[in-house]
């Protein structure tokens, strides 16, 4: 592992300022907020990251989960994957964020994970994480083994020529669904974006992953209050029952009028490059009757522009079935 230095801070225009001198605040760049640590020391300890200067960030005041004045929450980026799946007002309220939190990883894990660095965590593709291998996420321009190899867990859509990555969060496919804000301070000042623009499409830059600006520091998290009435469910489908990635899951928020679904949101993870909300299906589940066969129509427009790799066909059906088991769970 090659030496670093550390440095704490505890204010966050400081913690600004600290990082804004880095190249990127992508992949290889050379100063680098640490929260939880459980993706970015891993990868440290593999020289697929390789930062000349940590910047500690879990003194900052960043550890809250308020309730906004239309009912939401507002998730400070330093609140552990534990502390906001446990919290009473998120399981009552946001139990589709709840569950998902819960689905992934081990306690363990859960107790140190920030939802910062849960946003932001790294795919699990293999070759990424060797640095024996070319890959072109780590190494713009070197290739990507993984569309001629091991593809089994990857991504069947949004892929692209350069990278078939899957990003792995299950969180973040819950914020899809809740359509999440994620607040930033930057260099030049504090912004918003909506969680659908925050991720990128790999194109021809898989190693740039998200709207983050060197220096940009996640300082919260924004969901606005689900429909009343609405029910919600995450299912998460994988090799093992715990501590394990999805292969495919499905987080989905249903409001039913007099048997017909007058509202759906339906974000799928396991088979994006991206946390994936699928409108397609949304659109197709509106005004439609609250019954099976329309949920397996949702579904099959969710995976209508799957582009599977030699490995991972058996993702398109898996993820259909999980998005129309989902509903169907979330409506009876
Ligand atoms: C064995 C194992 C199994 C796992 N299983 C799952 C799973 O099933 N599902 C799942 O969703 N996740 C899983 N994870 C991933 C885990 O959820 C993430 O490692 C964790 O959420 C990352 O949070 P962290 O605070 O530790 O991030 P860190 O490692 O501290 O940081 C990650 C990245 O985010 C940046 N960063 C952190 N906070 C901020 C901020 N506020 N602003 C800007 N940049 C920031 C860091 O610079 C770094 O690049 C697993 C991890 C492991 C090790
Ligand atoms: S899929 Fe992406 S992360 Fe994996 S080897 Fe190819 S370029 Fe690298």
Redesign the pocket.
């Known amino acids: 592992m090659k030496l670093f230095a550390f440095e704490k801070c505890s204010d966050i225009s400081d913690a600004v300022k600290k990082t804004s001198a880095s190249d990127t605040?992508q992949q290889g760049a050379n100063i680098?907020?640490?929260?939880?640590?459980?993706?970015?020391?891993?990868l440290m300890k593999l020289s697929v990251?390789t930062p000349d200067t940590l910047v500690d960030?879990n003194r900052l005041p960043?550890d809250k989960i308020e309730t906004t004045r239309d009912g939401g929450i507002k998730i400070g980026?330093?609140v552990r994957?534990s502390d906001l799946a446990n919290h009473p007002y998120v399981k009552s309220h946001f139990p589709v964020l709840s569950e998902?939190?819960l689905?992934?990883?081990?306690a363990q894990?859960?107790n140190?994970?920030?939802?910062?660095?849960?946003?932001?965590?790294?795919t699990r593709c293999v070759y990424f994480r060797d640095t024996a291998y070319p890959c072109n996420k780590r190494e713009p321009g070197s290739g990507c083994p993984a569309i001629e190899g091991d593809n089994r867990t990857l991504a069947i859509l949004g892929t692209s020529d350069s990278c078939i990555a899957t990003n792995?969060?299950?969180?973040?496919v819950a914020l899809m669904a809740l359509e999440a804000t994620i607040v930033?301070k930057g260099p030049g000042g504090d912004r918003e974006v909506a969680i659908n623009d925050f991720f990128l499409l790999p194109g021809s830059t898989p190693h740039i992953e998200n709207v983050?600006k060197p220096g940009?520091?996640?300082?919260h998290v924004v969901v606005k209050p689900m429909p009343a009435g609405s029910r919600s469910v995450y299912l998460k489908l994988?090799d093992r029952a715990s501590?394990?990635?999805?292969l495919a899951s499905a987080a989905v928020i249903v409001q039913v009028e007099n048997g017909k679904v007058s509202r759906a949101r339906i974000a799928m993870g396991g088979v994006g490059t991206k946390p994936w909300r699928s409108l397609e299906a949304e659109k197709a589940l509106s005004g439609s009757a609250a019954n099976e066969a329309n949920f397996r129509k949702a579904a099959e427009e969710a995976l209508r522009n799957a582009k599977p790799q030699s490995h991972n066909k058996f993702k398109i059906e898996l993820a259909k079935r999980c998005v129309s088991h989902a509903l169907k769970m979330a409506t009876t």
Do not use: C, H, W
């Open positions: 605040a680098r907020f640490v929260a939880g640590g459980t993706t970015l020391l891993d990251e960030i960043l980026a330093l994957n998902a939190l689905s992934g990883a081990s894990l859960r140190m994970a920030t939802t910062g660095g849960n946003l932001l965590q790294k792995p969060s299950d969180m973040s930033i983050l940009d520091l996640i300082t994988r501590y394990e990635f999805a």
